[in-house]
């Protein structure tokens, strides 16, 4: 059979939050790009996983680079908002938000996009990858490349190209990680080899009908008991999205899958399939369940295209309910020249502070992207115990910032192989607060950008100047990214863009608790406008215990806020005090989230 051949300067696998990126911001960047989807939708967990209501860098000072754009396309696109649930401040439709990024990949004329495509072999010459034999359309084809980049889930491309890489738990023995299990537990356990990592969810979509939530008949095994911790209709809206599309992605007693999780990384085995068909049916039992519990008042959402070989097998009344892939929360994780540790993501102390930056040999701040999500673990019984990495801010529970360093994005065995999603290089633990999607955005548009820079400077990976890509993402003309946390410059400060550098330039100006060095604190009038929001006049109380409450004459809310001049002026409040704020109101959250005083 003869192989038809291509040539790309960089091709990126995956179709993930990360690959997409990946792929964009290369192609943007000056370097002609190859994207390779095994799906026919863009954006794995942001869209065809259907988690959209993401987790983590929801403050305004987190809000940079892709993600950044990303929310700010979805604030105009979705007309009712994003303020929607209770998990997260962002709910969207999975097909607004691939979309956008369908547009943003047609906009690039160095960028192509082949979506169902599969992954054949490799063809090596020492610590490089040449080329990627995959089929197309049926047909099998050879991509010549000169730099590549795993953008899946599951870090597909380590095993077909040889790349060192990571599966599993490690012990506390090996990187001194306070939360990793000992050595002695990892190894005389039978439940550190059956959950090898943490628990998938297949995402399915429900309907909620008009009027309150019916209570009808209590749920049936398996499911028995998900809803006692809040409540049947509260566990309805943890994930509801625009338009009364709700997102089930429940790990209490809900729809995460704990079993025969090794044969995620047999693709083409029966075991494979019979997996993802048992996470598949366990989803639509869980609907069904929630549909009997409420007396049809829940009904099947339709959110996604059905797959033609699901067709026949779905139980469910209608089509486009499930997902187009499961949510893996972790997979392979290279093993990088550096690797992020759970002890550098965690505080140093109790409030406002940030992890301990990190640094190259030459004692220069080497991150490439911000992250703040708690870590979160999903596994079978009791919630692991895991070390704290809040606090109290804008009357909400928001996590450390940390950061994310290039080395854990390059490949410490394959000289021109890059890691651009949740397949960087981490440890395990490590893994539940890196996973998730804005800083998995980022983390990509840094590969991506990094790709470039070397394929036109000829410059290894490995070699690549941190401060000219660190530079090149604080430039970027349509998504500046900030690798630095400063936990008081939102995105649109004036300055943002001038304390990044100056910061990376000397970090001391960096104090402890992430504010710039010497900077006046912003005023609370100061803010950025946002569709949907309006003004509010009415009393705010603080508690005493770092939360506060909105009251008028027509109800009382609790009140927070994603920004940081207004988190500083609540700090100031001692007592009740009348105000005029802008905001937006969520009635599922419950609160009321503000960004700035009227006056």
């Known amino acids: ?103 943003w990949v047609g906009a690039e004329p160095l960028l192509r996009w082949w979506p169902d495509v599969r992954l054949l072999a490799a063809k090596r010459r020492d610590n490089r990858v040449l080329a990627l034999e995959i089929e197309r359309d049926g047909d099998p084809l050879r991509l010549d490349l000169d730099l590549l980049v795993d953008g899946s889930d599951l870090g597909d491309l380590f095993p077909l190209v040889g790349a060192p890489y990571r599966l599993g738990w490690e012990p506390t023995e090996t990187w001194g990680e306070p939360s ?30 008009d009027g309150p939530c019916p209570t009808g008949s209590p749920l049936a095994p398996p499911f028995a008991g998900a809803a006692e911790a809040f409540g049947l209709e509260r566990t309805l809206t943890y994930g509801r999205l625009p338009g009364g599309l709700v997102m089930l992605n429940w790990p209490l007693l809900g729809n995460d899958w704990h079993q025969g999780l090794a044969a995620a990384f047999q693709p083409g085995t029966p075991d494979y399939g019979e997996l993802l068909a048992a996470m598949r049916a366990h989803s639509q039992a869980f609907l069904e369940e929630l549909i009997s519990a409420t007396d049809g008042w829940l009904q099947p959402g339709q959110a996604f295209p059905m797959a033609q070989d699901r067709l026949a097998s779905s139980r469910l009344k209608g089509p486009g309910s499930l997902a187009l892939m499961p949510y893996w929360r972790e997979g392979r994780r290279l093993v990088g020249l550096e690797v992020v540790l759970e002890q550098q993501l965690l505080p140093p102390g109790p409030g406002e502070v940030i992890a301990p930056l990190p640094f190259d040999g030459n004692g220069a701040i080497s991150s490439i992207a911000v992250g703040n999500y708690p870590n979160d673990h999903h596994y079978p019984g009791p919630d692991w115990p895991l070390a704290a990495k809040s606090c109290r801010w804008g009357g909400r529970w928001s996590g450390t910032p940390f950061c994310i360093p290039y080395g854990a994005l390059v490949s410490a065995g394959i000289d021109n192989l890059l890691a651009a999603d ?28 990094a790709a470039a820079l070397c394929w036109q400077g000829k410059i290894p990976l490995a ?46 100006l960096l104090g402890p608790d992430g504010r710039f060095e010497g900077a006046a604190s912003p005023r609370p009038q100061s803010g950025c406008s946002e569709p949907l929001e309006s003004l509010w006049q009415g009393w705010v109380s603080p508690d005493g215990y770092g939360g506060y409450s909105f009251s008028t004459g027509a109800g009382r809310w609790p009140l927070i806020t994603l920004e940081p001049a207004l988190h500083h002026w609540l700090l100031t409040l001692e007592h009740p005090q009348e105000v005029e704020l802008i905001g937006c109101l969520n009635p599922w959250g419950p609160w009321l989230r503000v960004s700035r005083l009227a006056r």
């Open 1 to 103: 059979m003869v192989l038809i051949q291509e040539h790309a300067a960089v091709v990126v696998w995956g179709g993930g939050t990360g690959g997409v990126a990946a792929a964009l911001q290369a192609a943007r960047s000056g370097a002609p790009t190859l994207l390779l989807t095994p799906g026919p939708w863009l954006g794995g967990m942001v869209s065809a996983a259907g988690v959209c209501a993401p987790d983590g860098n929801e403050l305004s000072c987190w809000q940079t680079g892709l993600w950044g754009a990303f929310l700010r396309e979805l604030q105009r696109q979705e007309l009712e908002g994003l303020d929607q649930n209770w998990v997260s401040c962002f709910g969207y439709r999975p097909a607004t938000a691939e979309a956008i990024l369908r547009r």
């Open 180 to 209: 990793a299990p000992s050595l002695q537990a990892q190894v005389g356990q039978s439940f550190f080899h059956q959950q090898l990592v943490q628990s998938p969810t297949w995402v399915v979509m429900a309907q909620l009908g």
């Open 422 to 449: 949740k397949c960087f290089s981490s440890s395990h633990m490590a893994n539940g607060a890196t996973r998730l999607q804005p800083l998995i955005l980022n983390i990509g548009q840094a590969a991506g950008l």
């Open 463 to 508: 070699a690549l100047p941190l401060r000219q890509l660190q530079e090149a993402l604080l430039s970027d003309p349509l998504a500046p990214a900030g690798p630095v946390p400063l936990w008081d410059t939102p995105w649109h400060h004036p300055r943002w863009a001038e304390r990044q550098r100056r910061v990376l330039d000397d970090p001391s």
